[in-house]
C-alpha cells in the first residue's frame, strides 16, 4: 500500500527528521495514524529510527524518499502521470463549454440567415427592396454589440474603472461563471486539526478548553456544560489526558505533542477558524458580463430559430445544414437555458450558503473573544494548565540508539562518550 501523501508531505516540510508529534501538527492527523504512517514510510523509503534516552523516537529520511518510494511502488508513477493526464483533461473540459456557446452562436446565427435569406428570395423584388431596412435583421446590431471593433477598448475602460483584474482567458471565465470556482473551505477539516495542533504547539503541549473551542464547531449547548465533551474528539485524536485542578476545573495535556525533532518557532495562527466566503466567479466583472451576454444572445437566438424552424417545412425544403440544425435545435435550446439558469440557481444557493458561514464564524469568534477577556476564573484556569507545559526537544546529543548504525558500534560510542565525560568531570575536580 502506498503510503500516505500528507505524512510526506510534512515530513519534506519539516526537513526530513521528525518525530510523531512533529508529523501530527503539521498535517494535523491522529496521532496513531501519523505514528503507523511514519513507520510503514520509514520501511518503504529507506529512513531510520534514532531512540532518545527519554524513549521517544525520531524519524530520520533521506532527501531523495520520493525518487526511492516512486521506483517501488507503480501505484505512486501511475498517480503522477494520472494528475498530470488529468490536468490537461480538466483544462480542455474546462474552455469546451467557451467553445460550444462559441459554436452555438455560430451555427444558430448561421441558419437564421440562411433561413431568411431563403425566403427573402421567394418574394417580389418590391417586397425584397422594402424588406432590406427593416424587419429582419433589426436584432442582430443590437445583440452582436460584443462583437463590435470598439467593444474591446470599452471593456478594458470597464475593467481599469472597477480596478478589477483576472487571470482566466475568456474560454476559463465563461466556465467559472457557469460553474464557479470550486469550494473554498475543501480543506476545512484538514486545517481545523492543523491550527487545533498548533494552538497546543504554541502553549508547549497545555491548553483549556476555552483557547480550542474558537476552531471546533456544533458544540452548541455543550458550550455551557460543565464537563467539556466536545473536548474528546480532540483528546481522542492527539492521545490527550485531562487533569483537574483543585478548584474543580479541567485542563488538557498532550505529552506527544511536546517532543519535537528540532526547535520550531511559534507558528502564527489565527484566533479562530475562518471559514472562506463562496465566491460567484473568480472572472472579472466584465467577463461575467460578457458570458452573460452571450448566454442571452445564445438564448434568444435559439427561440427565434425555433420560431422559424417550428412547423418543419422549412428544414425539409433547404436540408443541408438547416437540416441539421432542426435535428439538434432542442439541445441548443437546452444549452441555452441551462447557461443561463445554472449561474441563476447557483447564486442563489451562494447566498443561502454564504448566511451559514457567517453565522458559524460569527460563533466562533464570539468565543475568540473570551480569551482577550478572560476573567479571574478563566485566567486561573490557564495558570494551571501551564503547570503541565513541557518542550522535549530530541537533538543528536540526546540519541542513544539509532537504527542507520550497528548496534554494537552505537554501545562502543556510546561507553567511550561516558567515559570522556566522567573523565572530564574528574579533571575538572
Keep these: 500500500m502506498a503510503p500516505n501523501p500528507s505524512i510526506m508531505q510534512a515530513v519534506e516540510q519539516l526537513g526530513y527528521r521528525v518525530t510523531v508529534g512533529d508529523v501530527a501538527t ?20 529507506g529512513g531510520h529510527m534514532q531512540v532518545a534516552g527519554s524513549g521517544d523516537i525520531v524519524y530520520l529520511f533521506p532527501r531523495n524518499f520520493r525518487n526511492i518510494l516512486r521506483n517501488k ?83 478594458q475602460q470597464r475593467r481599469r474603472t472597477r480596478n478589477q483584474t483576472s487571470n482566466l482567458n475568456f474560454f476559463e471565465a465563461v466556465f ?27 502553549h508547549r503541549g497545555a491548553v483549556v478548553a476555552e483557547q480550542i473551542v474558537p476552531y471546533l464547531d456544533d458544540i452548541g449547548e455543550k458550550y455551557q456544560q460543565e464537563y467539556e465533551d466536545y473536548m474528546l474528539p480532540v483528546l481522542l485524536r492527539f492521545n490527550g489526558q485531562p487533569e483537574v485542578s483543585p478548584e474543580g476545573q479541567i485542563v488538557y495535556y498532550f505529552p506527544e505533542l511536546q517532543v519535537q525533532a528540532s ?30 451576454g452571450l448566454g442571452a444572445l445564445n438564448f434568444v437566438g435559439a427561440l427565434v430559430l425555433g420560431s422559424l424552424l417550428r412547423d418543419g417545412t422549412v428544414a425539409a425544403q433547404l436540408g443541408g445544414l438547416v437540416a441539421f440544425v432542426q435535428g439538434i435545435y432542442w439541445l441548443l435550446l437546452a444549452y441555452g437555458i441551462g447557461f443561463l439558469g445554472v449561474p441563476l440557481l447557483r447564486y442563489f444557493w451562494i447566498q443561502w450558503r454564504n448566511k451559514k458561514i457567517v453565522a458559524r464564524n460569527r460563533d466562533r469568534l464570539s468565543r475568540a473573544r473570551l480569551l482577550t477577556d478572560a476573567d479571574a476564573s478563566l485566567q486561573h484556569k490557564i495558570d494551571y494548565a501551564r503547570q503541565f507545559a513541557s ?39
Excluded: C, H
Excluded at 503539521?26 to 523509503?45: K, V
Excluded at 467559472?176 to 504554541?202: C, H, M, T, Y
Excluded at 526547535?263 to 461575467?288: C, D, H, M, T
Design 26 to 45: 503539521q498535517a494535523g492527523l491522529n496521532i496513531a495514524e501519523a505514528g503507523q504512517g511514519l513507520l510503514a514510510l520509514a520501511s518503504d523509503a
Design 73 to 155: 511502488y507503480l501505484q505512486l508513477r501511475l498517480q503522477e502521470w494520472w494528475q498530470k493526464i488529468w490536468g490537461i483533461l480538466f483544462y480542455l473540459i474546462r474552455i469546451s463549454f467557451g467553445i460550444f456557446l462559441i459554436a452555438s452562436i455560430a451555427l444558430i446565427t448561421v441558419t437564421i440567415i440562411i433561413i431568411i435569406t431563403a425566403i427573402n428570395s421567394d418574394r417580389d423584388s418590391d417586397n425584397r427592396s422594402s424588406n432590406s431596412g427593416g424587419g429582419g435583421f433589426f436584432f442582430f446590431p443590437d445583440l452582436f454589440w460584443y462583437f463590435s471593433p470598439n467593444y474591446q477598448t470599452e471593456y
Design 176 to 202: 467559472s461563471f457557469l460553474f464557479g470556482d470550486g469550494n473554498p473551505n475543501a480543506k476545512l477539516e484538514e486545517r481545523r486539526w492543523q491550527e487545533i495542533a498548533a494552538v497546543i504547539r504554541n
Design 263 to 292: 526547535k520550531q518557532q511559534r507558528q502564527s495562527i489565527p484566533v479562530y477558524l475562518e471559514e472562506s466566503l463562496w465566491r460567484f466567479s473568480a472572472a472579472s466583472s466584465g467577463q461575467n458580463m460578457l458570458s452573460a
Design 391 to 429: 518542550e522535549n526537544v530530541i537533538g543528536k546529543e540526546d540519541i542513544v540508539y539509532s537504527s542507520d548504525t550497528d548496534l554494537l558500534e552505537q554501545e562502543f560510542e556510546r561507553s567511550a562518550q561516558i567515559d570522556a565525560e566522567w573523565q572530564k568531570r574528574l579533571d575538572q575536580s
